[in-house]
DNA sequence: ATAGACTTTGTTAGCGATAACAATCAGGCG
DNA sequence: CGCCTGATTGTTATCGCTAACAAAGTCTAT
């Protein structure tokens, strides 16, 4: 790899080849009205010749915009983060923006306070925080003055955009369709405690069951992991009564799944069960389960938006409000619930 | 949000009020060895005082390095991708490098090779390409001249670095195990034509199967969806004497697994089951799958070691040889497969 | 005390782009 | 035909930082 140390061609060796100056080049590059249409041709005709690209960090130093957007998110390993972030990223490119991506272990305040600032020095024109526990909201709580930004799943401050999926109509939905099918009652496994997905999920278990008089079963904690559903799963075998579960995801009501069974508690004869999340994998469990649908592209998409219009803002003046934009999600029905019997 | 147009301090307001020259500041900022004590301490309550940060925007202008590398990969929904950006980011983080990262949706070498310049055009100091296809493959063979450059699971070129997982000897694994158990043969559920994942497996399956003399069924083309697996699974179940089935990946078993089950085949009693990948659900699938594990992780690590290994002979000189780095995967037994009876 | 060597600090000149302003060139009109 | 207006192009300054060099200041050895 003896690289010719040959520079890469900038600017003003676009603009002697052209035979203009580098302002002309500028202008050609920034689709500046008023340029002739033949120096146009000349000034292209050159950048190809030469193979020029510009230099975005040039750019940026100058106009004070990266077009750049960062991400934090806790572990981009799980489907959810994971989508949600593609959706961001695809948006954001259609935008003519680059996303920058921190993935956290841990997160805490200090944490995602940590990753924004360095996304900040990096100069990132807004952030996207997709950062569900209640401890991480509190980094949202005092941003750098004046940084656009859109918490993704956020706490209910009022300082901050957030974007945000029906968490408790979602859990509703399946809690109501359980007690619909005639069950008396519905256990619930929890996601991690601190989540704010799981608290909007219990909420909406928990209003269902009450709307409807039923009585409220203690709810068993959870994880998000299929491990933690399974544990939950051989518990909810060994007790009486249990005719209907709702786990806080997918991946848990799998564990629930694998735990009936291998108890030979058949599903739904016996106890039927919903998820939350429909992940690609939940048509084809056993039985298919009957989940929550999210759809993610959509949250990324709407970050993109609110994110921009912020930004826009911050260049152009005008007010912003803080936004809330919820996304509502739909129950996808399949056989891993049946009316009791 | 009426932000005060005050402006972000700089390095000169710095040097201001530390009563130094903005030469010291940066001095403080990188470390660098010749400040007096007291003076960096002067400097840096100033730098707190004043809550400075530092514009890399600016630092990457002059030092021609933006310590940023760019991924390129497609689908980041996958578990595989989402793993090995994970652990690409963070090892990047840990260097102290920024990740910007560009997801794509279909994959040929325009796209691959449009991606790569938009990333170069932004000043990445590097880039890794997670794109296994070999049409992919194609837009690394010119790349930008110079440019540090890492695929994953890429083509056998020679012109670019490559770190992936032995597939071959993954698929030999899976199929070695399963004729030891007294199969007679095994069935292929293979992944997408033109990656070279399913290449590398379906030779791996194949030449296990030879090297024992065993007949080499006619593979059962995928796509890696559960869906494909499941119309795999019910084929194999409706043709005699199949005993033992190597899905090219763990959605695709699942799908297998759900096929048999609908039509009452019982895994692993009359059909064993593996897959490949080892993803989080995989444990608690019914029965718990065996296939075989990939440690994205570590493959993520590499990529950043090989990355960064040639961007420091870019600057301090040096020669580079593309490497070549092969992770060995691992075999995890479960209870998807049994002797055959 | 003083040259020489090494620290420590300051000064100046870019990096490669855009912004702001100045200059030139056409065309239209009184 | 000259002046004004708008389109087109060029010139200069600047963004915030580091590199390279210059200038003090400190210390040791003679």
Redesign the interface.
Known sequence: ?T??KRRLPVMADVAREAGVSHQTVSRVLNDHPNVRADTRARVEAAITRLGY??????R??VTKR?R?LGVVSF???L?GP??T??GI??AA?TAGY??????L?SIDADTVREAI??L????VDGVVVVAPQRSAGHALENLP??LPAVAVEGTHSADVSVVCIDQKEGARLATRHLLAQGHETVWHVTGPHDWLETEGRLEGWRAALEEAGRPVPEPLAGDW???A??EAGKSLAAMDGVTAVFAGND?MA??V??AL?EKGVRVPDQISVVGFDDI??S????P?LTTVRQDFDVVGRHCIEVLLR?ID??LNGG??AYERLVVRPSFVVRSSTAPVR
């Open positions: 790899m690289t010719p690209r510009r230099n975005l960090v040039a940026a130093l990266s750049t572990d981009t390993t489907y994971a989508s972030i593609y990223e695809q490119r680059f996303v920058s991506i921190v993935s272990k600032d360095y900040v020095e990096q100069g003055p004046g992991s299929p491990r559903g399974y991946q799998l564990g799944l694998r069974s690609p994998e048509e084809f469990f056993s298919p912020q803002v911050q007010s912003t």
